[in-house]
C-alpha cells in the first residue's frame, strides 16, 4: 500500500527559519538512470514511480502540504511512440493503486493540463480520482500530465476572452483564478532533478518568484536527503535575504 503524506509528528522541520508552502517537483533522469543499469527507459519511469510515495512522506515530515509533479509535458509527446503509451500504461496502474489510498488519507488530487489527446480510458482514470479525492482538505497533490506552461497562459487569456472580461479589469489576482492552479498559491520552490538548470514550460506564472534548484541526482535516487538539501538551500536563500534587507537599513 502506498502511504503518501503520513502525518505523524513533524520534528525535522523545527531547525529551518523558512520552509516552502508549495513545492514542484521537476522529476527529470528516469531514462538516463535506466541506461546507466542496462535497463529500459520505460523501466527507469517505473522506479521513479517508485519514487514518489518516499519522496511525498519526506515532504509531509517537513509538513509541505502542496506538492506539483511535472509527470508529463505537452512537449514529451515528441518522445518515441512505445516509451509514450508504456507510460501511459503505468500512469493508469498507478491511479489504480493508490486513489483508494489517496482518499483515505485526505489527499486531495489536482490535475493540472489537458486531457486532450489522452487515451479515454486513461482520461476517465483521471476525472474519477479528482472527484474521488475532492473533499480531502490534508494534502494536496497537483499532478501536471499534459501539461505546458505557455499553454495554460494562452488558455486562460482565451478564457477570460470569452467570459467577456474587459482589459482594464484583468488584474493579477483574476487572471490567476483562471489558472490550473487557482486556490493553490504560488510556487515557492521549484526542484529540479537530472542536472538541467530551466524550467522546460513548468508552471512559467506560479515560478516567476520561486527558489530555483537543481540537482545532478537522477529522479529514482532522489532521497529524504536530497529533499532536505533543497530545503537548506531554501532556507538559506532567505536567510541572506534579510540579511542583506538589514545592511540596506
Known sequence: MMLLFKTHELPVATEFAYLPRHIGLMMDGNGRWAQQRGLTRLEGHRYGTQNVRRVLDACARYDIRIVTLYVFSTENWGRPREEVEGFFKLLAEVIDRETENFRRQGVRLIHSGSLDG??????????????????????????????????????????????????????????????????????????????????????????????????????????EHALREALLAYNRFWLDYDAAKVKEQ
Open 118 to 223: 489522452v487515451p479515454p480510458l486513461l482520461a476517465d482514470k483521471v476525472r474519477r480520482a479528482i472527484e474521488i479525492t475532492r473533499e480531502n482538505r490534508d494534502y494536496v497533490l497537483n499532478v501536471a500530465f499534459n501539461y505546458g506552461g505557455r499553454m495554460e497562459i494562452l488558455r486562460a487569456v482565451q478564457k477570460i476572452l470569452a467570459d467577456g472580461i474587459p482589459a482594464h479589469a484583468v488584474t493579477e489576482e483574476l487572471f490567476e483564478r483562471y489558472l490550473f492552479t487557482s486556490g493553490l498559491g504560488n510556487l515557492d520552490l521549484v526542484i529540479r532533478t537530472g542536472g538541467d538548470q530551466r524550467l522546460s514550460n513548468f508552471f512559467l506564472w506560479q515560478a516567476a518568484q520561486s527558489v530555483f534548484y537543481s540537482t545532478p541526482i537522477y529522479w529514482p535516487d532522489f532521497d
